[in-house]
């Protein structure tokens, strides 16, 4: 049990006097030194995780939560009965047939490689993602027949809006008797979509199934893929393995991949570097911790007559101990607390933070050619909060241990006859 008298001795150690403002300026520094490190640690850990979960929503959200190809020599499956027994399972929650190409869009003196995606209207409006990123108005449009849907930044470059004319170019191509030619028709912008990633809003254009599979030369009915989604996007390995285990047992060669496979290596990369700037981040903190084990050792220094003058009055051992341990601890928890609050108001108002900096300097903090997302995420997940505090206080009262412990051990016979 710590008593009143241990409080308020601790107390006045800590409220240094004017011939002790040394060791004061080094407990402050020990004090921001782990507030600095507790905030940047709780700023970094949110902003990579908010990176993370906005990366994997927009790409899981694009391309679905597993891509089923259908064997192309398949006589008992077709697109009409596999669609019947994959929304059969429990897990499934859509499923959305898709057909892909590369083609070129020409508009003026400009041009560019894209990548077209064609869903029905139907499918489209049922893809949360791709329809909150437009406009009742371009969606409306987009109904007319020969209109497709452009990334904002692909709108940007090619200096087009609403209502303009587009030329697309096949790589089919015609067959004429002088060989292949390229095939090109107009089509008209319905409006544009922001997904908030630069590789999608500024390469990817949407036009109706129809359209894109009579562009390209399809057959009637002919897709690429399907796309599945699941209630729970985590369990898409599981859920995956059950669709292939039920398609196989009506007829083998379909392939679906899960979407932890087809981004495997990014979600692993996101994760290694997470895990290694805490590491990295958390030697701010054990710094900081050594900075107050120097602190307190001088402190013990300075301290030795008093201490002497406790010990020949009845204080303890133990007493003294407790003493420093709750000097120690005061500046670790201090400064935790600081860096909690820092953290949080960092991380919860980054955005305004990023636009307000790239103002004051002049120049883009976060650009999305580079970084893939057009701003700064960030999402606090308050177990990693409370891991963070945890490991700075542990830190910080293990520092306090041996400094405390060469106080109770100060022998006041010696002290008192050199003092």
Request: proline share 2%.
């Amino acid at each position: 049990m710590i008593f009143s008298y241990e409080l308020w001795i601790a107390y006045r150690y800590l409220k240094a006097r004017r011939q002790e403002s040394f060791i004061s300026v080094v407990s402050w520094f020990s004090l921001i030194g782990i507030a600095i490190g507790v905030a940047t640690l709780i700023i970094v850990m949110s902003v990579m995780n908010g990176f993370r979960e906005e990366m994997l929503t927009r790409i899981i959200g694009f391309n679905g939560h597993a891509s089923l190809f259908i064997n192309e020599n398949a006589k008992q499956l077709n697109q009409s009965n596999i669609e019947e027994v994959v929304l059969d399972i429990e897990e499934v929650r859509d499923i959305i047939p898709v057909i892909e190409s590369t083609i070129m869009v020409s508009a003026g003196k400009k041009s560019k490689g894209v990548f077209a995606r064609g869903f029905s209207l139907k499918d489209f409006k049922r893809n949360e993602l791709l329809f909150n990123s437009i406009s009742s108005e371009t969606f409306k449009n987009f109904t007319y027949d020969n209109s497709i849907i452009i990334g904002h930044k692909l709108s940007n470059y090619l200096n087009l809006k609403a209502g303009n004319s587009i030329t697309l170019i096949s790589p089919m191509g015609l067959s004429t008797p002088f060989g292949s030619a390229p095939l090109a028709k107009k089509f008209n912008i319905a409006g544009t979509f922001d997904l908030g990633m630069y590789e999608y809003d500024s390469s990817v254009l949407f036009m109706s199934i129809k359209n894109l599979r009579d562009f390209i030369g399809y057959k009637e009915n002919q897709i690429d893929h399907i796309e599945i989604f699941y209630n729970n996007p985590d369990n898409s390995e599981l859920n995956s393995y059950k669709i292939k285990k039920k398609l196989d047992n009506i007829e083998k060669g379909n392939i679906i991949i899960p979407w932890t496979s087809r981004h495997k290596q990014l979600s692993s990369a996101l994760e290694v570097e997470r895990t290694v700037m805490f590491i990295i981040l958390t030697l701010i903190i054990i710094v900081a911790a050594f900075n107050i084990i120097s602190s307190m050792i001088m402190l013990v220094r300075d301290k030795e007559s008093s201490i002497s003058i406790l010990r020949t009055i009845g204080v303890t051992d133990k007493s003294i101990l407790k003493i420093f341990i709750i000097v120690g601890s005061a500046i670790g928890f201090i400064g935790t607390l600081l860096g909690l609050i820092i953290g949080l108001l960092f991380s919860i108002n980054i955005e305004k933070i990023q636009k307000f900096l790239e103002v004051f300097t002049g120049t883009n903090l976060f650009s999305a050619e580079i970084y893939f997302l057009s701003n700064l995420p960030s999402k606090i997940i308050f177990s990693e909060v409370v891991y963070v505090i945890l490991v700075a206080f542990v830190l910080s009262f293990s520092a306090t241990i041996y400094p405390a412990w060469r106080a109770s051990k100060i022998d006041p016979i010696k002290v008192l006859r050199h003092a």
